[in-house]
Structures are given as structure tokens and as C-alpha cells.
């Protein structure tokens, strides 16, 4: 170690201890007067005469004066600096913070069209009961398409003045293609051909389904609802005067009735029904008056009502 500089050379060993000593108590008292209160001072010096004799007394160096401590209401004191350590660790890198991904664009979606609302385009698109009868034939609008041989449209002319609609086709009607050819066509035949006295071929005759529910079960709302916009079109394309719905289940449909509302056949018979599409003089279905010949009797008060929408005189009065 080289000498310090500030510090006299000293040949004695003893008087460059005392040196130090008093070099040690200098710094020691400086701290304290700026106001370590850690700092503990130590006894004062011993005086040079304990020494032994045969030592010179050492040379101190002179202790500078001690700063005035500056009174703590002007100035507070810094706190004192952090011991120092082995190692400096490196200052921590702020990570840099990603910016907040941007907003997915939303995208502009038009909700999925329903089943009835495409149909319903479809339908409208259509000019005539050619281009609407082909456009069924490809329709796949519910789950029946699955299941159906062919689509049942219509039968008779593209203008009818009088429109009867069954509730969907049968076996026989999903084999032919053609609607009430079944069990239940020929007593319709009759109804027209003998009650009313004109050709089957005269007037129109459709469903509210065009295709064949699995083993003849009821149509469930949503086929209905799905088929509807069918039916609507055919009924405007072909114009009748009166519609005579054949059953409870078509009578409903077009008044617009379905669910738990759905009116019994005894309420709905026996009268003129406004609804969207005209006049309708519901009736018994063809396959209960097979089942309950009782009541052909009011069948028959029935389509006299119709006919006499039509202006059609009852077969008696014919001359
Ligand atoms: S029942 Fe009607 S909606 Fe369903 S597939 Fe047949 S035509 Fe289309």
C-alpha cells in the first residue's frame, strides 16, 4: 500500500498509530456533526504522557474545524447514500408495452334469412304458376324435402274462381303428384262434380304443405311456417273469389292461427271467414266425412255457402 500523502511519515510505529487514531476520531466527529446519530464517539485521547517515556510524543495532525451544521429548518439533511455493494445490478429495462391490439372490425352481417323469408323471395321472383310450380319442385326449405318423392302443387286451371286447400298430400297424392287422388280425392270429386255441378277441372285445389309429412303425421309448426309463402303466391297467382279450406289444420293456416290457439272445426264451419287471402267457407276434410259420414249433411250446408258466394244456384233450383 503506498503512503498517504496527507499523513506525516512517521518512523515510530506507536506515532503513526496515535496518527491514525486521531485521523479515525476527526472523521468520526465530522459525521456526527452532520448528524449521524449512528456515530458513537470514543474516549477521548489518552494524553501522550501515559506513553512510555522513550517514545516521542507523535505529531498529530492538526484537526480541521468542524463544519457548522446548518440547522435542519433551512435545510433537511440528504439521506445518507446506500452502502455500496459488489456488484451494481443493471438498471431495469422497462419492457416495452405492447399497444392494445385495434378493435376487431365487425364485420356488417346480415342476419342468416329464415327459411319462410327465402321462400318468400323465391316466391315472389315467380310470374306465373309455371315458374312457381318449378320452383317448389326444388325447394329444400325444411326437412320434408328429405323424405318426399316429389312435390305435390296443384291441380286444375292457372285462374280458378274457387280454390279448395287440403293440409298436405298423402301417399298416393306423394306417388302422383298430384293433390287428392288418394282415398279421400274421389268423395271430393263428388262434392264438386254432384254438389256443386261443375268439372273438377273448373276449380283449384292445393295444401298448405307441398310435400308428404312422413307417415301422414300432422305438420309440425315449423314445416308450415316454412311452406307458407308457397301457398300465399299460388293463391295470389291464381285469384279465386272464395277459398274453401278442407279441415281444421288448413282452416287455422290461413286465418293465421297456430299453436295452442288453433280454433276447433265446430267453430270455424257454417259461416264467412275474412282473412288475408278473401273469403273462406271452411268445411269438413274429405277423410273425416269418410270416417263420420254424419256429417256430410253439414258439409253440404257448407258449400252451398260457397256457392252462394259465387252466385251459383243450389243443384234443385237448376232448371
Ligand atoms: S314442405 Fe314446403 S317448405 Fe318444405 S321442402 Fe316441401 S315445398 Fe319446401
Known amino acids: 500500500m503506498s503512503p498517504d500523502p496527507q499523513l506525516p511519515a512517521h518512523d515510530d510505529p506507536a506515532h503513526e498509530l496515535d496518527a491514525l487514531a486521531n485521523a479515525a476520531r476527526a472523521h468520526l ?7 449521524d446519530r449512528s456515530v458513537r464517539l470514543p474516549a477521548p485521547e489518552r494524553p501522550s504522557a501515559a506513553r512510555p517515556a522513550t517514545t516521542s510524543p507523535a505529531p498529530t495532525r492538526p484537526e480541521p474545524a468542524p463544519p457548522r451544521p446548518e440547522s435542519p429548518a433551512v435545510r433537511p439533511l440528504a439521506p445518507p447514500p446506500p452502502p455500496p ?4 445490478p443493471p438498471a431495469a429495462v422497462p419492457r416495452p408495452v405492447a399497444p392494445p391490439p385495434p378493435p376487431l372490425a365487425q364485420p356488417n352481417v346480415a342476419p342468416a334469412p329464415s327459411p319462410a323469408s327465402e321462400v318468400a323471395a323465391r316466391a315472389a321472383a315467380c310470374k306465373d304458376l309455371a315458374s312457381l310450380r318449378a320452383a317448389v319442385a326444388e325447394c329444400r326449405a325444411c326437412g320434408l324435402c328429405s323424405t318426399r318423392t316429389q312435390t305435390v302443387f296443384s291441380d286444375g286451371p292457372d285462374r280458378a274462381r274457387l280454390l279448395f286447400v287440403g293440409e298436405a298430400p298423402g301417399e298416393q297424392e306423394d306417388l302422383q303428384g298430384v293433390p287428392f287422388v288418394g282415398p279421400a280425392g274421389p268423395l271430393l270429386t263428388d ?5 256443386i255441378g261443375i268439372p273438377r277441372s273448373q276449380v283449384a285445389i292445393a295444401n298448405v304443405l307441398k310435400c308428404r309429412p312422413p307417415g301422414n303425421r300432422d305438420p309440425s309448426q315449423e314445416e308450415k311456417r316454412a311452406c307458407a309463402p308457397w301457398l300465399a303466391r299460388q293463391i295470389e297467382l291464381l285469384g279465386p273469389e272464395v277459398i274453401v279450406p278442407l ?4 282452416a287455422n293456416h290461413l286465418l293465421g292461427v297456430e299453436g295452442p ?3 276447433s272445426m265446430g267453430s270455424l264451419r257454417g259461416q264467412v271467414l275474412e282473412s288475408r287471402f278473401g273469403k273462406l267457407v271452411p268445411t269438413y276434410h274429405p277423410s273425416y266425412l269418410l270416417r263420420t259420414p254424419d256429417a256430410k249433411k253439414d258439409c253440404w250446408k257448407d258449400i252451398q255457402v260457397a256457392m252462394g258466394l259465387l252466385g251459383l244456384e243450389p243443384p234443385k233450383k237448376r232448371g
Open 191 to 195: 262434392i264438386i262434380e254432384k254438389g
Open 85 to 88: 455493494t459488489l456488484r451494481t
Open 247 to 250: 279441415g281444421r289444420h288448413a
Open 261 to 263: 290457439d288453433l280454433r
Open 29 to 35: 466527529r465530522r459525521r456526527r456533526a452532520f448528524g
